[in-house]
């Protein structure tokens, strides 16, 4: 609605007060969203193998309708891929464009936990979405940048956030490393409590 306002005082915001489409027994499988901050980023990486077979147990659902979005393109080379896949002890699915024909959950035969990056899951919704590498330094890149550059930066980071974030319907974790500290894209929602905070 902020576009709106800007020329009519009295616009209506429906979101005011949303309310749920889901059923008692969907709504059940949901849980606030976790922020889990890790020594290191070998840390971070071994923790996926706990947080997907607790999102998979929880909510009754399979490898595919798992997905992890990295905001570290390098975990999408062949030899991250590779370890993550072995760490995690389950077969990985790399989403390299979100035009690809095959990008539909319901189209995949295989059941492989599903990786990309934010850009490249536009229009997926998953069961549950683990958001990897977001720390400040990551998400926004602001390092040796100037203010305008930043501004734009930081704004980017919050459309991917949203973007990646929406793409889960019950459950939602986001992972980062302590060393490199919270991202300044996640105090808001830590401040309001719509993210918990674990370290």
């Known amino acids: 609605a902020a576009g709106a306002l800007m020329f009519q005082k009295d616009f209506r915001d429906p979101y005011n007060a949303p309310t749920s489409g889901f059923t008692q027994s969907e709504d059940a499988l949901c849980e606030t969203p976790t922020l889990f901050m890790y020594p290191t980023d070998e840390d971070m990486e071994k923790s996926l193998k706990g947080h997907i077979d ?89 390092k040796n940048v100037g203010d305008v550059s930043e501004n734009y930066i930081k704004f980017i980071a919050f459309n991917q956030l949203y973007l990646s974030a929406s793409r889960a319907k019950f459950r939602l974790v986001l992972l980062g ?23």
């Not at 999408?76 to 896949?85: G, M, Q």
């Not at 894209?185 to 993210?195: D, M, P, R, V």
């Open 54 to 142: 607790k999102i998979k147990r929880e909510t009754q659902c399979s490898n595919k309708e798992i997905a992890v979005i990295t905001f570290e393109s390098s975990l999408l080379s062949a030899e991250a891929i590779d370890r993550i896949s072995q760490a995690i002890g389950k077969p990985i699915r790399v989403l390299k464009s979100r035009f690809a024909s095959e990008n539909t959950a319901d189209s995949y035969r295989d059941d492989r936990v599903i990786f990309a990056e934010p850009h490249n899951i536009n229009g997926l919704e998953f069961s549950g979405v683990i958001l990897l590498g977001v720390d400040d330094g990551r998400v926004p890149q602001t």
């Open 177 to 199: 490393n302590e060393l490199h500290g919270i991202s300044p894209c996640l105090q808001y929602a830590i401040e309001s409590k719509c993210l918990s905070l674990t370290q």
